[in-house]
């Protein structure tokens, strides 16, 4: 059984940075990918950014691009969200996501491509 637990949320004000942690454990991750997704009041969940275990590549939703940052630790199973220039707008529950084994990389944004969430981290950015 996979387990993601995420940490790092808070609160912030405009402008701040935070940085998101997810610890995995259950299995390997080497043909996985790792996925961060949020979640708003009264709003569906959208994607945020997504990590190619395989190949450390990453993607990035428009309105995060430029500003977040995913990564990865091998070692430790975990993968990071590193969050600057953070907007009120960026207020919701961040939740980590992984897909094990098979995939297809455009269905990376997608929260049904996941096999597995954590219960999520709040981040709340204030104006």
């Known amino acids: 059984q996979v387990q993601l637990v995420e940490s790092g949320g808070g609160l912030v004000q405009a402008g701040g940075s935070l940085r998101l942690s997810c610890a995995a454990s259950g299995r390997t991750f080497r043909n996985s990918a790792m996925g961060w997704f949020r979640q708003a009041p009264g709003k569906e969940r959208e994607f945020v950014s997504a990590l190619r275990w395989t190949n450390g590549s990453t993607y990035y939703a428009d309105s995060v691009k430029g500003r977040f940052t995913i990564s990865r630790d091998n070692a430790k199973n975990a993968v990071y969200l590193q969050m600057n220039s953070l907007k009120p707008e960026d207020t919701a529950v961040y939740y980590c996501?992984?897909?094990?084994?098979?995939?297809?990389?455009?269905?990376?944004?997608?929260?049904?491509?996941?096999?597995?969430w954590g219960q999520g981290t709040q981040v709340t950015v204030s104006s």
């Open positions: 996501a992984a897909r094990i084994g098979g995939y297809t990389v455009t269905n990376l944004g997608r929260p049904g491509e996941y096999d597995y």
